[in-house]
């Protein structure tokens, strides 16, 4: 892995950090377009999860998008539940000669589905780097698509969190998830107390 790919991709990753619990139902995304070795444009997830990071920071670019590099912290969609243009065709059609991605992402609209797309275009494709980094922003996406329900963890100030999960500690914890997990919450916070150990005895407490 080159020191280069590195720098990049954490500027991507920082970029998604700072919208963290502002985005769900759709996770944080950073994207950093690079041409010779000069960021030409970045973004990330907008406020309750579009427009997605790539088709605000391809456009942006403009002309100095061709032949540039493009880090972004999850694999570009290969299909939009919208049906609008997905983000690996945005940075196709964008000229964009090379994608890093740190995150492959399990859902139904990726999948492998953006990076063989882009790979198809004749697009140089690198994953995997800086995965460990970018695993925080994705941690609460992935346990949803997995479970159906958020994740929730203790948190003292809830930064970062979709939500604070304030049911009462004798209620179905479990269907009340559920409920928070189809309205689109990927990531809860609770604080230490009764509601705290009735989820850790259920198995619902994210350590």
């Not at 907008?46 to 605000?56: F, K, L, S, T, Y």
Request: hydrophobic share 40%; net charge negative; charged share 20%.
């Amino acid at each position: 892995m080159s020191d280069t790919d590195e720098g990049f991709m954490r500027q991507a990753i920082d970029l998604a950090l700072a919208q963290m619990g502002q985005t769900w139902p759709n996770p944080a995304v950073g994207c950093v377009i690079v041409k010779d070795g000069v960021v030409v444009s970045q973004a990330a997830t907008a406020p309750g999860g579009r427009p997605h990071a790539e088709e605000q920071a391809a456009p942006a670019a403009g002309e100095a998008a061709r032949g540039a590099t493009a880090y972004v912290t999850m694999e570009p969609c290969g299909a939009r539940s919208s049906g609008r243009v997905s983000c690996s065709q945005y940075l196709v059609e964008a000229g964009v000669s090379r994608v890093v991605v740190a995150a492959v992402d399990p859902s139904p609209f990726a999948s492998g589905r953006g990076v063989e797309r882009l790979r198809q275009a004749g697009l140089e494709v690198r994953t995997g780097v800086l995965s460990a980094d970018a695993s925080v922003l994705y941690e609460g996406y992935l346990h949803r698509l997995e479970t159906g329900r958020p994740m929730v963890r203790i948190s003292e100030d809830g930064v970062g969190y979709d939500a604070r999960f304030a049911a009462s500690a004798r209620a179905d914890l479990v269907t009340e998830l559920n409920r928070l997990g189809e309205a689109g919450y990927t990531r809860l916070w609770t604080t230490p107390g009764d509601l705290a150990d009735a989820l850790a005895a259920k198995g619902l407490l994210t350590t």
